[in-house]
Structure formats: structure tokens, C-alpha cells
Nanobody, 119 residues
Framework: VQLVESGGGLVQAGGSLSLSCAASGGTFDFTTMGWYRQAPGKERELVAGIRISTGRTVYAESMKGRFTISRDNAKNTMYLQMNSLKPEDTAVYYC?????????????WGQGTQVTVSS
């Protein structure tokens, strides 16, 4: 399974970007998918997640109301719509997919896409 992010770039504060994460190379019986980010000198943190079976979503507190995670099962693609971007949102954004088989969990990560928000 391969995950490929796209859509990153440079945007001014207050602007918007939309990220995509396309899955390929295997079957996609994912349990959950999510977006994470890592800023320079900081640990990777959860941005938003979605449970595939129910569509239930979860967001980090600072992203609530600004970011929206969604998934198109037919296209095997996950999205992150980011609005009202702030300079502190600057980071490399990664997508992650999790497959749970009985008691085993398998994590898949994309290579990351850079998002830079200028002030």
C-alpha cells in the first residue's frame, strides 16, 4: 500500500489549501485514516482523523472550525481542507492509514507534503 499526499504549497495567512492523500498498490480496508503534521523542531502531531466505517471525525483543538477531513471511498482518497491558515500551521503534513486485523495494527504513512503559511 502506498499513500501519496499532494496539494501543499505556500499560502498567505488567512488563505486556504486543500490536501489530498491517494492510496494505491493494494486493498484498502483501512480502519482509520488521518492527517498529521510536523513542524521543525517539534514532534509529529495529529491534525484530524476519520473512522472509515462510520465517517466519524476527530480534530485537534486548534484545527476545529478551520480544517475539514473527508474521504472519497470510491477514489481511495482522503482530503484535508484547510481554511483560515495561520503561520503556526506551517509544517510537513503526512497522511496515515491504519489497518486492524484481529489484534494486529498496521500503519502506513505517506511521504509528506510541505505547507508554508506566510504572515
Amino acid at each position: 500500500v502506498q499513500l501519496v499526499e499532494s496539494g501543499g504549497g505556500l499560502v498567505q495567512a488567512g488563505g486556504s489549501l486543500s490536501l489530498s492523500c491517494a492510496a494505491s498498490g493494494g486493498t484498502f480496508d483501512f480502519t482509520t485514516m488521518g492527517w498529521y503534521r510536523q513542524a521543525p523542531g517539534k514532534e509529529r502531531e495529529l491534525v484530524a482523523g476519520i473512522r472509515i466505517s462510520t465517517g466519524r471525525t476527530v480534530y485537534a483543538e486548534s484545527m476545529k472550525g478551520r480544517f475539514t477531513i473527508s474521504r472519497d471511498n470510491a477514489k481511495n482518497t482522503m482530503y484535508l481542507q484547510m481554511n483560515s491558515l495561520k503561520p503556526e500551521d506551517t509544517a510537513v503534513y503526512y497522511c496515515k492509514a491504519v489497518v486492524v486485523v484481529t489484534i494486529h495494527e498496521y500503519d502506513y504513512w505517506g511521504q509528506g507534503t510541505q505547507v508554508t503559511v506566510s504572515s
